[in-house]
């Protein structure tokens, strides 16, 4: 079992950054893929950002591309989400999750974070 804790979230001007955090506990944080979702108010949840055990390979929404970028490192249990160039309609509450499969669908993620709010002004 992995347990998450997001935080790095916080109010942000247009065109600005933020790294989101997430620290994981447990032993196994390096047998699974590590994801980055959004939920803005009165929309679904929504994938972000994804990375694979190894972090050979990642993969990202299409309105996030060329402005994020998620890393990890299993020595430290912890994943990242460098976010560039914000916008105001990147405003969400942003959760970090866990899957045991190479996956991008929300529906296959085991575990998740309690979110961190993102919110950036025009």
């Known amino acids: 079992q992995v347990q998450l804790v997001e935080s790095g979230g916080g109010l942000v001007q247009a065109g600005g950054s933020l790294r989101l955090s997430c620290a994981a506990s447990?032993?196994?944080?390096?047998?699974?893929?590590m994801g980055w979702f959004r939920q803005a108010p009165g929309k679904e949840r929504e994938f972000v950002a994804a990375i694979v055990v190894s972090g050979g390979i990642t993969a990202y929404a299409d309105s996030v591309k060329g402005r994020f970028t998620i890393s990890r490192d299993n020595a430290r249990n912890t994943v990242w989400l460098q976010m560039n160039s914000l916008k105001p309609e990147d405003t969400a509450v942003y959760y970090c999750?866990?899957?045991?499969?190479?996956?991008?669908?929300?529906?296959?993620?085991?575990?998740w974070g309690q979110g961190t709010q993102v919110t950036v002004s025009s």
């Open positions: 999750a866990a899957a045991i499969s190479v996956t991008v669908s929300r529906r296959n993620y085991d575990y």
């Open positions: 447990g032993r196994t944080f390096s047998t699974y893929t």
